[in-house]
């Protein structure tokens, strides 16, 4: 593996290897860059030798000076950058110290009442909590334990030798630790009162609301799916509507392994009479949709849903490429972008079955 060189280095190399005062062109991966509009706001050339970022190929091992809309400068190489947007939507995740700032840090308050001397019962107080009755001197866990299913002595019994002495000496009853769920989803975090609550697995839990009632690959009415948030969407779905007369009331696919913390995955428009999935894609106001990791995301759900026999049509705009074979390029809702989607489905298909539902 190279190591990332400056880019005064990394451009001087490129020169000699390329026999040329210009190796790169400007305007030569400007296709590439497209679709990161932020990433384009970041990037001076006047910080980075006078090299526009047209002329810097995505994969390049080369460190590049970066400024946020806040006037943060940090070094990155292309691909750490086009990485770094993750699941959340704020824009400050494409700046590592505006990310940092927030961050919400979380302040122990102490009060007077933390510090007193132990309770009745012999246990010292939980100096993270400040839940206090004056009507009962007991400590927070024996409370929390009065009238639950299990006793202290049965959770002591269950739980690991490190979260054991913590409980011994009421240190832990505010802290998270990590479980391990019974069906094999891996383990979660929970503190002990959302234990003795009734927390269990966020996938157990998610699982038997929807997804444990439908077999793989089954099309279903989730109360997990999130809500269309686009009118681009609506519209889509609105014309589909007019010329294929399917079933469009699933939101949800059952799938065999968990996306995140479900056994399900929500396509833009789901189509269980042709087992199709149609997703349409855009970088967003703030360049923060589809790109960088949570690309990476968008393929893990295409194979999830190819794996329980689905395909996937992606509908490509803002400068997005396409991810898979079956995805089309536009610029926006149209009634040529419905005909081009529909000689799609008749490929995946075929021509007698797609026509069969045609209004």
């Not at 451009?11 to 190796?23: E, F, H, I, L, Y």
Request: charged share 30%.
């Amino acid at each position: 593996m190279r190591v990332p060189e400056n880019v005064e280095q990394w451009w001087s190399r490129r020169q000699w290897s390329k026999a040329t005062a210009v190796p790169y062109p400007v305007g030569r991966f400007r296709s590439d860059w497209e679709r990161y509009p932020v990433l384009i706001r970041q990037y001076h050339p006047d910080l980075n030798g006078g090299v526009s970022l047209s002329q810097v190929p995505p994969v390049a091992e080369v460190y590049l000076l970066w400024e946020c809309d806040s006037g943060h400068r940090f070094v990155a190489t292309p691909e750490e950058q086009r990485q770094r947007p993750g699941r959340s939507r704020r824009r400050s995740n494409w700046c590592p110290e505006c990310a940092a700032l927030a961050v919400r840090r979380r302040v122990p308050i102490r009060t007077a009442a933390t510090e007193a001397e132990p309770h009745v019962c012999g246990h010292p107080r939980d100096v993270d909590r400040i839940e206090f009755d004056p009507d009962d001197d007991r400590c927070y866990l024996c409370r929390r334990l009065d009238g639950a299913p299990v006793t202290r002595d049965e959770l002591l019994a269950i739980v690991a030798p490190r979260l054991r002495a913590d409980l011994a000496m009421e240190t832990g009853v505010s802290r998270r630790y990590s479980w391990i769920c019974p069906v094999g989803h891996g383990s979660y975090q929970a503190r002990i009162e959302q234990l003795l609550n009734g927390r269990r697995c966020r996938i157990c839990y998610h699982a038997r609301a929807a997804a444990d009632r439908f077999a793989l690959g089954e099309a279903f009415h989730s109360p997990w799916a999130p809500k269309p948030a686009s009118a681009a969407e609506g519209d889509l779905r609105a014309r589909l509507t007019a010329r294929l007369d399917v079933d469009f009331g699933c939101n949800a696919v059952r799938v065999a392994r968990p996306f995140f913390t479900h056994l399900e995955v929500w396509p833009d428009i789901v189509m269980p009479e042709l087992r199709v999935a149609i997703e349409y894609d855009t970088t967003g106001r703030d360049g923060l949709e589809h790109v960088g990791r949570r690309e990476d995301t968008d393929r893990r759900k295409d194979r999830m849903l190819r794996a329980v026999g689905w395909e996937v049509v992606r509908i490509r705009c803002g400068k997005l490429q396409p991810l898979g074979r079956h995805d089309l390029a536009t610029s926006g809702v149209s009634d040529a972008l419905i005909e081009r989607l529909l000689d799609r489905l008749r490929e995946i298909r075929g021509d007698l079955i797609v026509n069969s539902y045609l209004r």
